[in-house]
């Protein structure tokens, strides 16, 4: 059966799925991996991380409904979170932005994007297609960041390509990404899929260090 997403842009494939609740959250807009009992751990070692690496700037691409982050201790950092959808940028301005908070619209595909010591990707490159997982990455290499830290699934033993949209796991360390050893892993203790997700993680790498595939 043909994907739904076939023919769509990414604006109008997300907005779709932002309108639709396609991923059934109950507490997130963003799906079930954005409810707090999924991000309990990545609250606390975000927190840790940012802390040790001293980060003072930070874009969050894409931000979602910004439900679990608002958890995290930002009061430090000049956070931007951004996303494609305009409802939940609206949203987002309306109820946290404040000094050091700010929302912005951006494609992590096509849009410049600031120069940070760390841009967060969760929960998006597994969305992409090849083409457009390598059209962001080399967008996100072109912006000049420090690091990225970004969704990966460490025991998957291959990859597969989607139409964007579609969800799959992805280990960026296989075939076609080559992504080198991360800095560091943080296994997000996922409970999704009775245990089937175990191993997803967020990677640390050095954004000048990646290849764009």
Known sequence: MPSRFIGKTTEETFTEIYQTNHW???????GPGSALAQTKTIIQELNLLLKTLDISTMLDLPCGDFNWMQRVKLSSIEYIGADIVDALIETNVSEYSNAHISFIKKDL???SLPKVDLIL????LVHFSYTDI???????????AKYLLTTTFTNR???R?????????????????????????????CT????YFKDKSLGLWTIEELSTL
């Open 121 to 124: 990707v969760r929960d998006c």
């Open 134 to 144: 390598r059209a962001a990455l080399k967008n996100i290499k072109a912006s000049g």
């Open 24 to 30: 059934t959250g109950e507490e997130s807009i963003s």
């Open 157 to 159: 033993k291959g990859n």
């Open 192 to 195: 999704e899929g009775n245990g």
């Open 161 to 189: 390509n989607i139409v964007t949209g579609e969800w799959r796991p992805i280990n960026l360390q296989m075939a076609p990404f080559h992504f080198p050893q991360p800095i560091l892993v943080i296994n997000e203790n």
């Open 109 to 111: 595909i096509t849009d």
